[in-house]
């Protein structure tokens, strides 16, 4: 399970990440969503233990990501927006690398190796070397070690219709194990076909929250981009009237 609690970041002047509370919970598929600069990646980030918070806290499995990271770290497997691989390297030396960052001892490493690549179908990529990857291909990589929290950040981004079927189909078999998976993406048809609840993020804060049908009462649109679309522009007039009211609290002062 994934929680959040009052998470703040601040790049010098720009606060990024503003009192951020949500749950991820085991069995489901969380979205994250919002426009740029929502502060979805940085949410993130702070997850997978790249960046520290300014304040409050991210657990993974009851595990602060900040305090804890190593033992975080052991319990994610992460996508980010970027990929993440060593071009170099192939698919079976980046798990072979990776399982004894783990620690697991040599002989077992390579049992599972074997199992894996049989069970996810890289049987013909094994051996090929990352450059030049799908982005199927690299999810795959990594989540080999089989993660019981998934943190994905646009991972269908610029990927064909059967790519993105393709992981598509893992998310769905990751929630059905039971683990945990915390999805951002900007594809509302997406986010809609996987996601069991819904984060809606704006200028740094969560602005909604709940199931796709919870959202839907909430705003009194059925579909998920007029959702939105409502929710954002709800909350761009709301910080447009907090900020007319501080600019007239100085004036008045």
């Known amino acids: ?21 949500f ?10 969503i919002g426009p740029n600069g929502a502060g979805k990646t940085t949410t993130l980030r702070i997850l997978y233990t790249i960046m520290r918070p300014d304040s ?11 305090r804890e990271p190593q033992e975080v770290q052991r319990r994610i497997g992460v996508l ?16 072979r690398y990776y399982g004894r960052l783990h620690g697991i001892a040599p002989a077992e490493l390579e049992a599972r190796i074997d199992a894996l690549v049989t069970t996810l179908g890289m049987e013909d990529v094994a051996d090929r070397r990352a450059k030049g990857f799908s982005k199927g291909q690299t999810l795959k990589v990594a989540l080999v070690h089989q993660p019981h929290n998934v943190l994905l950040d646009e991972p269908t981004n610029g990927l064909d219709v059967d790519s993105s079927r393709a ?4 998310v769905r078999r990751i929630r059905d194990e039971g683990r945990c998976v915390l999805f951002s993406s900007h594809i509302m048809s997406e986010v809609k076909a996987l996601c069991d609840r819904i984060v809606v993020m704006g200028h740094g804060r969560v602005v909604a929250e709940g199931t796709p049908d919870e959202l839907a009462e909430m705003t009194g649109q059925a579909d998920l981009e007029e959702i939105f679309v ?12 907090a900020t007319f009211e501080a600019l007239k609290e100085q004036l008045d002062a």
């Open 1 to 21: 399970m994934i929680e959040v609690r009052k998470l703040r970041k601040t790049f010098k002047d720009v606060v990024a990440v503003e009192d951020v509370s």
């Open 23 to 32: 749950i991820a919970r085991d069995g489901e598929v969380t979205g994250l």
């Open 56 to 66: 409050g806290v991210a657990l993974i499995d009851g595990h602060d990501a900040a």
């Open 80 to 95: 980010p927006d970027n990929r993440g691989l060593y071009p170099r390297l192939t698919a079976r030396e980046h798990v």
């Open 167 to 170: 992981v598509r189909d893992m």
């Open 230 to 241: 409502t929710i954002a522009r709800e909350e761009a007039e709301l910080k447009k009237k």
